[in-house]
Each structure stands twice: as structure tokens, then as C-alpha cells.
């Protein structure tokens, strides 16, 4: 029986039986040898779907009875988690559109619980003036710079890099890249949301919005039009993980995971959460940061601990601010929190060519994955001294938290070295 080796990614097309469901299995490989996943899963009693050499699992159609009984059986060092599909972007704002007179606090975060309401959301027409003037902030006077790319300073940077050449992918329901903001630094992607993931199922066109968005905000173009990025000059892959309605499996953040390493993408902004812990999502995660990847995660927007994955401790987890440098009433927090950036009316690039404003630790996230390009096309290289320049660059807001700010909010001059 032909090996399946963990060198390639190996597809078997054959109906699974009717009462199979997906599940990832994993194991502890210290002998780095091939795991021959065909025997395997033809003793188990199911099928192949795809492996995944960067993590030693797979992916596989098993009986329920059958991975049961594997469960009740496994060797020490393996997990077998069920594949579910979720709401990844569930209670993110990426549905609400600020408009001129929203300040809809019973809308704002579906997610939020009522033991712990969000305060009404009252639009701001400019940042408030700090306390403290910003270090060394410059601000371009061509209208091109939405409030959040002002705040975390990135113009601060320009004038020694804009991002050039660093590898940004955005794991989130794809790009829109023919958008006249994102066109010119949009470079490839792939689309993971088939029913068993496979490559080849359409394009990785955003059909949703949040992915865009989120885009937009790391490397929209400095072209006189609509908005520019954090790294403006940033190179962006699209990684299509979730659908038209923000929904995706976990196996196929795993696979968009994998992509990044193969691909060898500096960073990596992953404006999704919720579920529960995942070993073979924090294996993924693992195997990429040891791989040179940088991770960043939003927070989540339920007002409550960080969610997953943003609670791994390999991710850099961003919480979400407002115009006032108040922390975002939907946004999660918790000592995992590494920094904090804007969240609330953060105009970005949109799904139908134009531009909106959303809300959520999804709009922050990108800010930050924006300066970590910037940092990377600085010199720092490892997700370790991007994660230690982000937190140097940071500058505490008085009156809140470490939970809930982390370091605080980086100023992008403060990154060259």
C-alpha cells in the first residue's frame, strides 16, 4: 500500500460513508520518519482527506464510532479533535457600518453579555487630543490618513521604509483585489473553503467584506486616493478561510496556516476567533512562528478573556482602542493582551470597491500586523524581536490596564532601530 508521506499534500477523492465526519489527528513524530496515514485510517475503519507535513497530522473522514474508539485508544502524544465549522467573525462588527448619527449600543457587539453591557457608542469627528502629545508623530497633509493609521503614527516610518517587499498574508474570507487601493500590492492567494478544502475551488476573492477591510488597513496604497495602510508598500496574500457568511472550518485555518509557512509569508493577521482550544490549531500555530512566521491575532469582541486564537502564547494578541484611547467597550482583554491599537470607526477598503467604517479587535489587528511589516522591512526579523519592537514602540495610555492595553499603543517612529 502506497505511503502517504507527509512531503506532500496528498488528496483522496473517494466518498466517505454517510454517517463519517472530519476529524484531525496528530501525533508526537520524534522519529521524523513518514506516518504511513493510509494504513492508518484503513485499520481505523475511513479515509485520508489531507495531511499536513508541517504539523506530523491529517486530516481524515473516520466513522464516529470508529474515532471513538480511537479516542478511547490513542497513543500518548496523539489528539484527535472533531473538524467543526464556525462563525469565526461572529459578533465582530464587520456587519456594522458606522454611519453618521449610529451609536447603537444594543448593536454594536451582538456578542457582548448582558452582564457586562457596552457602553453606547458615541462617533468622535476627531481623535481626541492627548493628554501628551504623540512622540515624534507626523502626520502627511493629502487627507489620505484615516484616524487609526494617524494614531499609531505610521507616517512616523515612511521616510525610512513603508513596508517594501514584506510578505503580509490575511487569513480571513480573501481580498478583494481589484480594488483600486489594494491592486497594485496585492501579489497571490489561495481559497480554502470547499467542503474538504481543496486548492482549486475558486478564487480567493473576498465575497464577505471583513477580509478587505482588514487588508486595506495593513497596505492600502499611498495613491492619493480613498486610504492608505500602515505599510503602504506591504506585499498582501489573500488566504481565503471563511465564507460569504464569515464562516470556516478549523481544518482550514490549519491549511491557511501551512500555506504561510510554505510560502514563507513574514506575517500573518488573523482577525477571527472563538471555540474552544484546539492542540492541532496551537500546533499550527506553533509550527509557524518556530517557522519564522509572525502571528497576530485580534483579541475578540465579547468583552470578556481573549479568545482563541489570539489566547495562544506564540500569537500576538491586539485589543481594540476608540478615538479617545478609551479601550473599545466590545473589545476582549486579559493578561495575554501584547498591545493595543484602534478598533472604532476604523475606515478601510470595502468588498464593493469603495470604502466603510467598522468596528472590532478585527480593525485593530491589521494596524498592528501593518507596523510588524514595517518592523520586518526595519530589521527585525524573528516573531521574538517583533513582538519585543512592538512592545518597546508601545506607549502606555494612563488609566488603563496591562489586560487591557498590554504594552500599550506602538508608535511606528519608535521602530527604527
Not at 496551537?282 to 465579547?302: F, L
Not at 488609566?399 to 500599550?408: F, H, I, R
Request: charged share 20%; with cysteine.
Amino acid at each position: 500500500m502506497k505511503k502517504i508521506l507527509f512531503t506532500a499534500l496528498c488528496l483522496v477523492l473517494t466518498v466517505a460513508s454517510a454517517d463519517a465526519k472530519h476529524y484531525v489527528i496528530t501525533v508526537e513524530n520524534n522519529t521524523r520518519a513518514p506516518v504511513n496515514w493510509d494504513a492508518f485510517v484503513t485499520r481505523a475503519g475511513g479515509e485520508v482527506v489531507e495531511t499536513y507535513d508541517f504539523i506530523d497530522g491529517a486530516l481524515l473522514d473516520l466513522p464516529e464510532e470508529q474515532a471513538q474508539r480511537l479516542m478511547d485508544r490513542r497513543a500518548p502524544g496523539m489528539t484527535i479533535e472533531e473538524d467543526f465549522v464556525i462563525n469565526w467573525i461572529k459578533g465582530d462588527s464587520s456587519a456594522l457600518k458606522a454611519l453618521n448619527g449610529y451609536s447603537g449600543a444594543e448593536n454594536s457587539v451582538s456578542a457582548v453579555p448582558s452582564a457586562a453591557p457596552a457602553a453606547p457608542l458615541k462617533k468622535a469627528v476627531k481623535v481626541k487630543k492627548q493628554a501628551e502629545p504623540l512622540m515624534n508623530t507626523t502626520v502627511p497633509s493629502n487627507g489620505e490618513l484615516p484616524w487609526g493609521i494617524v494614531r499609531v503614527n505610521a507616517a512616523g516610518m515612511w521616510n525610512i521604509t513603508e513596508g517594501a517587499g514584506v510578505k503580509v498574508a490575511v487569513i480571513d474570507t480573501g481580498i478583494n483585489f481589484n480594488h483600486e487601493d489594494l491592486k497594485d500590492n496585492y501579489v497571490d492567494g489561495v481559497n480554502y473553503t470547499g467542503i474538504k478544502g481543496l486548492v482549486g475551488l475558486g478564487s480567493p476573492m473576498d465575497d464577505q467584506g471583513h477580509g478587505t477591510h482588514v487588508a486595506g488597513t495593513i497596505a492600502a496604497a499611498r495613491n492619493g486616493i480613498g486610504v492608505a495602510g500602515v505599510a503602504p508598500k506591504a506585499k498582501l496574500y489573500a488566504v481565503k478561510v471563511m465564507n460569504a457568511k464569515g464562516q470556516g472550518s478549523m481544518s482550514a485555518i490549519i491549511r491557511g496556516l501551512g500555506w504561510a509557512v510554505k510560502n514563507k509569508m513574514n506575517i500573518v493577521n488573523m482577525s477571527l476567533g472563538g471555540g474552544p482550544y484546539v492542540e492541532a490549531m496551537h500546533k499550527a500555530v506553533k509550527s509557524a512562528v518556530e517557522n519564522g512566521v509572525t502571528v497576530i491575532c485580534a483579541a475578540g469582541n465579547d468583552a470578556g478573556p481573549v479568545n482563541y486564537p489570539a489566547k495562544y502564547p506564540e500569537t500576538i494578541a491586539v485589543s481594540a482602542s476608540g478615538p479617545d484611547d478609551a479601550i473599545a467597550p466590545f473589545s476582549s482583554r486579559g493578561e495575554e493582551i501584547d498591545v493595543m491599537a484602534p478598533g472604532m470607526w476604523i475606515n478601510s477598503t470595502s468588498v464593493n470597491g469603495k470604502y466603510e467604517e467598522l468596528h472590532g479587535t478585527s480593525m485593530a489587528c491589521p494596524h498592528v500586523s501593518g507596523l510588524a511589516a514595517l518592523a520586518y522591512a526595519a530589521g527585525y526579523h524573528t516573531p521574538a524581536e517583533i513582538r519585543a519592537a512592538l512592545k518597546k514602540a508601545a506607549e502606555p495610555v494612563k488609566g488603563l490596564s496591562q489586560e487591557e492595553q498590554g504594552a500599550g499603543i506602538p508608535n511606528a517612529k519608535k521602530l527604527s532601530k
